[in-house]
């Protein structure tokens, strides 16, 4: 058995850096661009009414990514007080907070409250207020907000109620983040849509027809390689070539696609999988992708898309998708 890692503490401290670098990339592709142009706009008027923005994307398309990137920039120079510590923006994950009460536990734990649970729910939010008042909070992050409300709805509920209220005590922005589901679900509650004008979502990513989304697909290819690159390799996937945006390396980059169905969690690891093959000293070759992708990475895929005898099935697929 070879399980211990017998390379230098330099090579397997470069391994993980550039793996964590490719787990924290955010890629500034259009899609995230206009949700941080939405964003910063949500952040300028909150201060007197609490509003919301929805980010919805199918898992695995880079909202918690994007949500850390936020929360590293705003966090960025907040300095603590003698009299109270200082958080713009809180992060809550919430595939579990099915429940009022947990919402609330889990605001007031991440605003540093030393007995979460202590009081009513409408005590909570109150102390909630009074803790984003004192500690200069701009923003609240929930996760998994499909998990919290109610799945079927004519009428307000309880749940959709407390929400309201706890908007309207904390006056701050709220970014809501879920699946597709989670349109539907906040259409469903009027009290919460009229809070939520602003639903952006990052969809899939698509190989053609157009130019532009090949273009937009590459672009978000070639930030991986970047940072593979940094291991000893070459790739490049699109370039400038005067006034013009060349793309490089496209039979590769039509493989990638069909390999990671345009996901970027897939396409995230398939390239964290080469990071070790290229410390080693061998180039990311399409036999070197072949061994690195795995079927769960699209699991719809029959076959190999890296594979020596494939190319044209790829081909085929790539002008059917488009």
């Known amino acids: 058995m070879k399980l211990r890692d017998n390379r230098s503490v330099s ?35 909150c201060h007197v009414d609490s509003q919301g923005m929805l980010l919805s994307a199918d898992t695995g398309m880079g909202k918690t990514t994007f949500a850390q990137a936020v929360v590293k920039y705003l966090s960025k120079g907040v300095k603590n007080t003698p009299t109270a510590d200082k958080r713009s923006v809180i992060f809550i994950d919430s595939p579990h907070l099915l429940s009022r009460s947990g919402l609330a536990i889990a605001i007031l734990t991440e605003l ?40 079927k709805v004519d009428r307000d509920t309880p749940t959709v109620t407390f929400l309201k209220k706890l908007m309207n005590a ?13 349109k539907t679900l906040i259409s469903n509650h009027l009290e919460v849509a ?37 291991a000893g390799s070459k790739l490049v996937f699109i370039c400038k070539e005067g006034d013009k945006a060349i793309l490089k390396e496209e039979q590769l980059l039509q493989s990638i696609f069909l390999a990671t169905n345009g996901n970027l969690r897939s396409l995230r690891n398939l390239f964290q999988r080469l990071v070790d093959r290229v410390l080693d000293g061998h180039e990311p070759t399409k036999a070197e992708f072949a061994d690195a992708w795995s079927p769960a ?11 020596q005898n494939n190319s044209r099935k790829v081909s085929n697929l790539i002008k059917k998708a488009a």
């Open 112 to 151: 540093g409250d030393k007995s979460p649970t202590k009081g009513t729910n409408g005590e909570k939010v109150l102390r909630i207020a009074n803790y984003c008042k004192r500690q200069g909070v701009q923003l609240i992050i929930i996760d998994e907000i499909h998990d919290f409300f109610p799945q």
């Open 194 to 230: 009229s809070r939520v004008e602003e639903r952006i979502e990052f969809p899939a990513f698509r190989y053609g027809p157009t130019l532009s989304s090949k273009h937009e697909f590459a672009l978000i290819v070639n930030a991986y390689a970047r940072t593979l690159n940094e």
């Open 11 to 45: 090579v397997i401290a470069k391994s993980q850096k550039i793996k964590t670098k490719m787990s924290k990339l955010t890629v500034a592709h259009p899609h995230v661009l206009y949700a941080e142009q939405k964003l910063a706009e949500l952040l300028r008027k």
């Open 297 to 307: 990475m699209n699991a719809k895929l029959k076959f190999n898309p890296f594979g």
């Open 170 to 182: 904390t006056k701050v922005a709220y970014l809501f983040m879920g699946t597709k589901k989670a």
